[in-house]
């Protein structure tokens, strides 16, 4: 009979040398926790001395171990060079009958009678029900934990996508950012704390985009074009004004809205109270002459006919309009107040009037802003000004798209 001992890591380790070496009959006689120095010496860790022996002559593990305390047996250990050692023993069959079947419950290789055998023993089999019902709880709060989690995370998802939609943004454009949101902060566990990093979610995905972009200096002619009644006319007095009190350009204002007289004389009195020259023109013919009256103006700003975007008619005379002109920039005024689906919905049909700014009135009048940075990537055009309220010149802002978000701080 051989008997080994094995210094290992965890009795896995052991049954495989012991299986590799001894063959699959071997049985391991004792195994105890013992410590050993590492790393030159300088640290201690702890190991399992494994004692197994084969052959047909194995032992009890009980007269192994007063063998091995016996004085007169001595060191019965005798070192082989691969750190195992080998001694030789009586036999004994019933040690390793138990022995090979607490190798099989190890390894889960045993053949079946062995298995029985193992079950069939009162403590083992006991303690084997145990570690059963223990794996089912385990696994059953596992399972309920995750299902809490996603739950949890289904819930957050599905309040910050209302959130948006109510805000103004249309479904698939909230979905794609509150999965950028998501991918960015997963850990995000409460609205309050998400909403917030929604919106900078958002700020980032526009880039340059969510920078305020007022008239630029080298800009001579802006067009202004939007539906009726969204303060056209308004924010050109009120851009008007400002750059007449800064007294550093000359300001001329043109309007092409002759439909209503009113509209006329809105602007006319604007020009007066201001003091800058007002040129008209009825159709784009008259363009050229009504740009030759602002020569002297370096800054003419351009009031077109409110006018019923929806049809098709609208879009043709607009794009026939601005192409006579030729603005240096082109500016689409839409409200707050107006349904978010319709202000999508125009900003799609003027896609084709290469509109390069967003002006967005009546901010005053509104708390949802996410129609704003919606309108901004569908058109891939920056903000301009936010007016907020009827007073000429004071409310108007040059804001950025961070600023406006930080309404939802908190998720109001
Ligand atoms: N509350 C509010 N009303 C505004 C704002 N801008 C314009 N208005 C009002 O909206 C109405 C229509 O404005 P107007 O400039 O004639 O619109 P237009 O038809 O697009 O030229 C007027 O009563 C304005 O005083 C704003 O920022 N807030
Ligand atoms: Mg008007």
Known sequence: MIVRRYVVKDMPEAVVSIRKE???DAVILSTKKIRVRKWLGLRWQTRIEVTAAAG??????QQVAAERRS???GDLAEESGDGTS???SPDSTAFAVSMRQAVAAYQGVGTKRELRDVQT???LSMVLQELATLKG???ERREQESMATGARERTLEASLQSYLEQEGIERTQAERWVQAMR???PDADSFAEAVPLLASAIISELANLSQPCPIRKESRTVAFIGPTGVGKTTTIAKIAALHVLAGQRRVGLLTTDTFRIAAVQ?????AEILNVPLAVADGEDELPAALAELAACDLILIDTAGRNFRKQGTIESTQRLLRTMEPDEAMLVLSLTSKASDCRRIAELCKPLAVNKLVFTKLDETQSVGVIPSLVAMLGAPVAYVTTGQNVPDDIDIVSIEQLLARWQGGE
């Open 71 to 73: 004085p007169s047996t």
């Open 56 to 61: 047909s002559d194995v032992p009890l593990a």
């Open 121 to 123: 023993s009162p403590d």
């Open 266 to 270: 809105q602007l006319q009195t604007y």
């Open 86 to 88: 080998e001694l030789r």
């Open 183 to 185: 991918k960015a902060h």
């Open 22 to 24: 001894l063959g699959k």
């Open 137 to 139: 709880l385990l696994a």
